[in-house]
């Protein structure tokens, strides 16, 4: 009690003139600053891990000769024996840089598919792409006396052209028949059944030497490639690529949905058909001179879409870092697994794949049934 009669106030330890608690609200514009800086780390490491996986995969090429040799026939052919420099210049490197090159523009067709169709499973294999490249260079291995055409202008000249042919018939249906996305994947489907007919006709009627050939062609494999068809491959995507990455915006409209993406002002149609008309092309580029390596562009872009999310800003670099690592890594295991012989590259990839497959199918039924 105080001297007044009134309740004295309850003693405090805070000072008179202490601040008061407010909750206050995240700031959005440093929540989104954060985010794209992430997102460039994630990137930047995937880049990282790329260039690792091309080294691996120059340092276990053919050849036996320890890391200091290599280094030395790397950097200074002129000192060290001739051998040398041949087994790393002309056989370790295109092998190597094959292997990154295929694997980016595969990784970049299979997500481009997947964001302009919508669909989680869209990719060259599955489309049908790269089933015509195979009957394409069946028919110039086992074919040319019924087809002269196809033996004259080569293995990889009539893969890339049948590739087309798959790519041009899924596309004339989508436009003049006003196709949805659901029609085209099982076009595309269709035209794998089709040219796998035609190309298990062919290696039955093929010889022993020609079905040899046919099926190592067909398992796919980067060690036949020459530095003007790398040349070509990688001319594609250095087209392609500027051209993707200005429509970064439009392509992530995309994933909101075709009625959606209209409303924003985007012309579905006319870019569905440009982006599928460009990647058709950047895979059958890379199928004609690679043979069949399926699920690099399925695996590849799943993998990016789950570290960057779907904005196309960073989903297309990490996509084609993850399609390019992926294939160096399974090129080291294609080496590694028998020493002395390369297993087929495209093995690798489909027992790597296969399973991701799955859990795609999987993911997929549970969202539609919830």
Known sequence: MSATGGLTAPPTDEPDDAPTTETTAPDPGRS??????????IVAGLFVLAVVAFVATMLVGAGTMSIGEFWNALVAPSIV????????WNIRMPFAVTAVVAGASLALAGVQMQTVLGNPLAEPY???????AGFGAA???VGGSIVPA???IGTAGSAWIFAMVACGVILLFGTLRGAGTESLILLGIAMVFLFSALLALLQYLASEVELQQLVFWTFGNLNRTTWPQIAVMAAVPVVLIPVLRRAAWTLTAFRLGDDRAKALGVPVTRVRVLVLLGVSLLAATTVA???????VGLVGPHAARILVGDDQRHLMPAS???GAALLCLATVVSTAVSPGVIVPVGIITSLVGVPVFLV???STRRRMWS
Do not use: E, H, K, W
């Open 32 to 41: 989104y600053t954060a985010l794209l800086r992430r997102r460039r780390l």
């Open 81 to 88: 024996p001739r051998v040398d420099s041949q087994i790393v």
């Open 126 to 132: 599955t489309l049908g792409v790269s089933a015509a």
């Open 139 to 141: 028919l110039a291995l």
């Open 150 to 152: 196809a033996a004259f």
């Open 289 to 295: 001179f690679t043979g069949t390596i399926g699920f």
């Open 320 to 322: 084609m870092l993850c």
């Open 360 to 362: 795609i199918v999987m």
